[in-house]
């Protein structure tokens, strides 16, 4: 019993922390351009030499 | 043709919005962005030039966002664009108002990002009290469950209450009645037992009915959004404005809404006719054969009336405005479609057809439990609450939620994948039901250029001459006679006059020359040609003759649409009857109809005679799938059961049709109808399975075995279970032989016109 009062407020915290992380994605465009976003990771920006 | 490029990047300018920390913000459309490879080649090519702030591509929707720190730099930025071979258009700002589905999709993503966490905790606390949990450890379980539910509800919920109350103040009921009322019903309950210490709380399985429900509701907004962006990024820089001429004789380019009658314009080649007018000076080729569906070229002089949405082909032409842009003949189409449009507003969705029945259905059943345990139990309205409020969430609305939603989405992939874009989401359902397809001619069964079809055996010296004169003129007979001899050398002349009507006439080696109307050439050439008696049967003819000499004869034919043939037969296998309404003359139409092997064919067909043929058809109990591209077809795009516009289409046409086509290949229709008619099988599967779900379901629930674990249960599984079946319009294989031959995207050589050598 006396653990879950260290459980119940993590649980809900790891929770928070994954919604917050979400509406936060959200908030800044990143579901904008999800195919660009799969594309750009295979770019690297040096010049070809 | 400076002057014509000056008005160009005028209406470039006015595309442009400033932004409020500095800078302007331009956006535009680039169709050929397709890969991560794009992105770089354009973002560099861009962020260098001088004056661009920031440039940033978006792939999924195939635009860039550059800003500018002063307007004119974007000038150099779209030229830079088609330099590196990414021809882009601007987009109107007013067109990007896509803010407002933007905000309810991206708030419906919030309310389910809210409702997927608070399903993910209840269901811990749940799970735990499903395993054992009781006395203090449960009742503190419940009242954290509790705590969570009751904003969340209240949050994410809202989508739902305000759509049940709106349909509940009109008197009707919709799906969301009875999701709201289970949802409040079991969270009032839950919290009734959790404060007073009762053994079953529902809290999980309002929650989760929320979260698995806005998905559904999430995907169908999404879809919508795209389907609309896609054809507003398609959407060119049509007569947005025009070049007026001022009393002082300078040019200036105003905005449409501006010009008023007796207004003077000039209207450059390549530019279409914004309002209704009179040539004043000037004469040109004009195509009309987005007004009226008639192929070939007009000539037009000083005097003659001209109708707006028309294109000015060869020459440069001043205009006495005698309508405004709302009076033109454009805005009398737009009336019809508004008409038109108003008609189809009575097809009522299938999933809303359902809701109609499930509705009331689910409220009885709920009630008759509730009445049907209060008499059994001898009055103890706890329980039979309890059971009225299982019956209400057990009945699938989850299912239901996202049966319809999740295969209109995979449809639209299938469809975008292969070039086509869908604007509104019940289109599917209503292509899936046609029996019979009307095909406009010019446009949609063809391609807007034409191809040589025959002539005479040419001399090396000849082909030369015809050439240098075909490549000086922009009218399509003599592109396609210059693309013919594309071997021949030019020989170079800088005497060559365009002689808009007729045709082209130069001096090379010091003999004039001329190729154009064959009367016009006989004038020149050696008297008593033959061939003059002989009447032009097909198609356009034209003639070619050096002073003096006999002259040389070309047929031209109108290019056929690649895959016109295999779609057609692929339709007859669909057992869709088809035929032909279009405004050209009768003779062309019906070489084309002989060729494709239609039966059913009329010519000549205005506006108003196509849009009454097609209600005469709907009459006789036919569903109408209408493929067509120009303005006189919109009304008839928007009366029909369904519509598709190639898009090369009119701004007008584009906007009437349900579905528009990316590629070239006519092979499109019957794959839409293909995809959609599989998309109705699973719909209808799909609603099957939810039926046969309660079949079980519903009876357990009423016989009061459904305790909150079974509810959570039963509900995901059945979720699951539909979505799974929904996937499979991914993997139909009957559709992928289609597929494949849409990858083909090139128009392959013309199936009508004989494929032309440069053997002569």
Known sequence: MNLLIFLIPVALGLGLLGLGAFLWSLKTGQYEDPEGAAARILDNDDEPL | MGQAAVSQHDALLQTGAALPKGGFEFIFSVPSIHCGGCISKIERAVSTLPGVNSARVNLTLKRLRVVVGSLR???????????????????????????????KASSLLRAMGVAGFAAG???????????????????????????????????????????????????????DVPISLAVLLALGMSLFETLTGGADAYFDAAVTLLFFLLIGRYLDQHMRDRARKSVVSLSRLSAKGATRIEADGKLVYVPLDVIAPDMQLRVFPGDRIPVDGTILRGGSDLDRSLVTGESALVPAVAGDAVEAGTLNVTGSIDLLVTKTADQSFLSEVMKMLEAAE?????????????????????????????????????GDWHRALTIAIAVLIVTCPCAMGLAVPVVHVVGATRLFQNGILMRDGSALERLAEIDHVVFDKTGTLTMGDASVTSFAELSGRDRARIKTLASNSSHPASKAIAHMLKDAPDLGTDSVLEKPGYGVEASIDGTVMRLGRPDWVAEIAAPGDPASSETASQGHRLSFARSGARPVRFALEE?????????????????????????????????????????????????????????????????VLMVGDGINDAPSLAA????????????????????????????????????????????????????????????????GYVTPLVAAIAMSASSIVVVGNSLRLLGTSGLRAHSDALVNTRPSSTGFTKPVGAKA
């Not at chain 2, 108003?342 to 009445?371: E, K, Q, T």
């Open chain 2, 73 to 103: 730099d974007i000038i150099e930025v779209e030229e830079t664009l088609t330099r590196i071979g990414f021809p882009a258009t601007p987009i109107e700002h007013g067109d990007v108002s896509e803010a407002d589905g933007d905000k």
């Open chain 2, 640 to 703: 029909g059961n369904a519509s598709m516009a190639p898009a090369s289409a009119s701004d007008i046409g584009r906007q009437a049709a349900d579905f528009v086509f990316t590629r070239d290949s006519l092979e499109a229709v019957p794959f839409a109808i293909g995809i959609a008619r599989g998309a109705g099988r699973l719909v209808r599967g799909n609603f099957a399975l939810a039926i046969l779900y309660n079949c079980i379901a519903v009876p357990l629930a009423m016989a």
């Open chain 2, 342 to 378: 108003n008609g189809r507003g009575g097809y009522v969705r299938i999933a809303d057809r359902m809701a109609s029945i499930y509705a009331p259905a689910v409220h009885l059943l709920a009630l008759a439990a509730f009445i049907g345990w209060l008499i059994i139990s001898g």
């Open chain 2, 121 to 175: 905790n209840i269901m811990l606390l749940s799970v735990s009290v499903w395993s054992g949990a009781d006395g203090p450890t449960r009742d503190l379980f419940h009242l954290i469950s509790a705590l969570i539910a009751i904003p969340v509800v209240i949050y994410s919920g809202q989508v739902f209450f305000r759509s049940a109350l709106y349909a509940l103040r009109g008197g009707r009921l919709n799906m």
């Open chain 2, 559 to 623: 290019t056929m649409r690649s895959g016109a043939q295999d779609a057609l037969s692929a339709l007859q296998q669909q057992h869709i009857s088809v035929e032909i309404l279009s405004g050209d003359g009768a003779e062309p139409v019906q070489l084309m109809a002989q060729h494709l092997g239609i039966d059913t064919v009329s010519a000549g067909e205005t506006p108003a005679s196509k849009f009454a043929r097609i209600k005469d058809l709907q009459a006789a109990g036919h569903k």
